[in-house]
Structure formats: C-alpha cells, structure tokens
C-alpha cells in the first residue's frame, strides 16, 4: 500500500469533533430502536435479534455510527503497538486455531519458541518505532515455568517503561497461575507487579459452554472467562473482549454472549473496547465453507455496537476484516482501528492476506476517508501528544 496520504476534503472539516445529538433519520422498521435508544433506553435481546434480520443495512450503518458519535464525535482511535507471539506451542489444539503447534508431537513444522532474549528485542522494535503498545499472547506452553512470563513483563518494563505491556488472554492465565497452583487472584496481582497494565480480549470465543466443547475443548468455561476478566478489573487490570464469530453459532449465542458481557461491563466498568473477530477457516479442523460475508461482519458490529451501550469502543480490527471492510465498520459503529501492529501472526497463520504492519500515515488515511478524525492513544485509551524531537520524544496526556 502507497504511503502517500491523501488529505479527504470532508476530513478538514472534521476537525471539530463534537457532532449534533440529533438521532438519524430511518427506515420504519428501525425507528422504534433508535425511538428507545435516544430516550436511553436498552436494547432487549429480543431487540438484538430483530436487528440482525432488519433489511435496511445501511440504516441500522447510520443508527450504529449515530450512537457511537454520540460518545466520541468524528474521533476514531488507533494505537502504535507490535504484537508479541512468544511462542505457537500449546498444550491444547482448539478446532478453529490454526496458530498452535504441539511441541514434539506435531507432523506439521512451523512451531518456534522465542527466549527471553528474543522477546526484549522484539520490544526493542516496538519501542524503537515509537511504538506505546506491545500486545503480548502465546499458546500455552508445555515447559515455560511461571518465572518466565514475570520476567518477561520485568524485563521489559525495565528496558522499556513507557511501553503499555496489553498481555495473556484468559486461558494463559488459567495456564500460568496452574504452573504455581495459584489462584486466579494472585496470578493476575504477580503479573501486575511484574509490570502487567492490562488484558487482551482473546478467548471468549463464544460464551457457550456447549458450544465452547466443539470449537476449543479444554478452554476455560465461559463462567471462568467472565470470572478471570472480573477479577483483573477489580485489581485495577482494564481488559477488552472479543466473540469470533462465523462458525457453527447461532445468532442467538452471539446475543447472549454479548448480554454477558454487557452485565459484566455493569458490574466493573473494566472493559475498554470489544472486538468482533471473525473466523478464518485455513489451515484448522472446523470446517465451514467460508468466513463472514462483508455484509455480516458488517451487520455484526452495528449490533455489537448498540447492543453493548456500556462498552466504551468498538473496535475495527483491519487485521481480520481486511482494509476496505475495516474502513467500512467505522460507518456502523467502530470508534477504533486498532493499530499499526507489526508481525501479527494469528491470523496470518489461518489464512489472512491483510498486510502485517500499516504505518501512521496509512492509518490517518483510511480514518480520514472515512470522515474521521485520527487520534493516537496509548493502551489505556489516553490521548497521546508527540514531541517533535523524533519517535521516542513522546507524552502521553493524563
Ligand atoms: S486458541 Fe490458544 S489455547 Fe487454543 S489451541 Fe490456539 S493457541 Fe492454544
């Protein structure tokens, strides 16, 4: 993709991000939920499933876009992060993975490990483009003893402090507190001490414990995943979450997936963004024939989006969606394009042929064709100002 930005004329005029409250003009079928969703009003699970069979698309885009204008105006955030994938071995073989490797076990090669070494240089990189965010998950490795996830998190605090270190999802936690048969509780506090600052939102899969059996047996319950995000929000351990969908669920597992999250954002308010994942079918034993249609990923966050009126961002992940559908979700709902992530191997690994890393200047295009208005935040979602002194000569707004 060319680096050359081309300033959009509608993006200039974005420059003042506050936009009008007033509700959209929509088709009949839709007004009675943007009726109850401008007199704050919640969405019922009866209401979410309606809207997944509405016919006008575009008007459930302009309802899904109208609500999250509502919370951040024209701004659309995005990060300077690199993604970390320590290591593809793992204990457990989830049908819809297509990253995993069993170490000594498997017929297929393309399984690695990195030592410490090797993941403070891969920060390195990060840190060295001006990067605030090092997204950090792995499988769950049959030999790594507790010590080396806190010492990776103190190494790397130690050689980089500014870097948000966004690391293990649910199940690695499960993993790393049963190499110390710790609670849940003490793990997530060690790893703070470590230098942890919040979670990844990988894992929920589908909250569907009959459903979980088939597509990643062995995983935590959804009860234990809920319970694994509580615990981190109630030590001061923000977190995202995700729901991969496009598989064998229903719609009516992915409605009540998000009414469970949309309790626990109640309860907590620890949740900073969700992220529709959708599945990948290379490479991996679940078999459907074919990912998410553009439509339905699009359908998906707009319900996402007014369905989860607690979460504070949606989130626009380019790398599973794709450029040109990643631009299109920030017209129904997204707030977030994620971030410039350099070597993303998940999704790559299962067949995605979005590119690897994206430059600053190629997100601030995408987000201002849109009519958008690009703002850098760090992990925790605070607006981040740059110095003119070169990448690392950066503050962050508190
Ligand atoms: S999804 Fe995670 S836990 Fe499941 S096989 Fe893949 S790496 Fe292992």
């Given at each position: 993709m060319s680096t050359v930005v081309l300033q959009a004329p509608w993006a200039r005029a974005a420059a003042d991000v506050s936009e009008p409250a007033q509700p959209p003009v929509v088709s009949a079928e839709l007004a009675p939920y943007r009726d109850k969703l401008a007199e704050g009003r919640r969405l019922t699970r009866e209401d979410g499933l309606a809207l997944f069979g509405v016919r006008d698309l575009l008007g459930l885009g302009r309802l899904a876009q109208w609500f999250a204008r509502r919370k951040h105006g024209r701004t659309v955030y995005y990060v300077n992060n690199g993604h970390i994938?320590?290591?593809?071995?793992?204990t457990l073989s989830c049908a819809?993975?297509?990253f995993y490797r069993r170490k000594g076990k498997d017929r297929r090669d393309g399984g690695y490990e990195m030592n410490l070494e090797q993941v403070f240089d891969e920060a390195g990189k990060i840190y060295a483009r001006g990067g605030t965010e090092a997204h950090v998950v792995g499988g769950l490795h049959p030999d790594f003893p507790f010590e080396y996830y806190t010492e990776m998190l103190r190494g790397i605090r130690a050689r980089y402090p500014k870097l948000g270190l966004k690391c293990f999802t649910a199940i690695e936690v499960y993993h790393i507190a049963g190499l110390k048969k710790l609670s849940v509780g003490e793990t997530l506090q060690a790893l703070k001490e470590a230098g942890l600052d919040s979670l990844p939102?990988?894992?929920?899969?589908?909250?569907?414990d009959r459903l979980r059996d088939v597509i990643c047996k062995g995983k935590e319950t959804s009860a234990e995943w809920l319970d694994l995000h509580r615990t981190a929000h109630r030590l001061g351990l923000p977190s995202n979450a995700t729901l991969l969908h496009g598989h064998y669920e229903t719609l009516e597992q992915r409605i009540d997936h998000l009414l469970q999250l949309r309790a626990l954002q109640d309860e907590t308010g620890g949740f900073l963004a969700f992220i529709p994942l959708s599945y990948h079918p290379e490479h991996n034993s679940l078999k459907v024939e074919h990912g998410p249609t553009g439509m339905q990923e699009l359908r998906m966050y707009a319900v996402s989006r007014l369905l989860l009126d607690n979460f504070p961002h949606v989130k626009s992940y380019w790398i599973m969606l794709g450029l040109a559908t990643a631009q299109l979700a920030l017209g129904y709902?997204?707030?977030?394009?994620?971030?410039?992530?350099?070597?993303?191997k998940i999704y790559h690994m299962a067949g995605a042929s979005t590119p690897q890393a994206l430059s600053v200047d190629e997100l601030h295009h995408l987000i201002e064709e849109t009519g958008g208005v690009p703002v850098e935040r760090n992990h925790l979602y605070r607006r981040i100002r740059r110095g003119s002194g070169g990448p690392l000569d950066w503050d962050i707004e508190a």
């Open positions: 994938n320590y290591s593809n071995y793992c819809f993975c297509s939102g990988g894992g929920a899969e589908i909250l569907d709902g997204a707030s977030d394009m994620d971030g410039t992530v350099l070597q993303e």
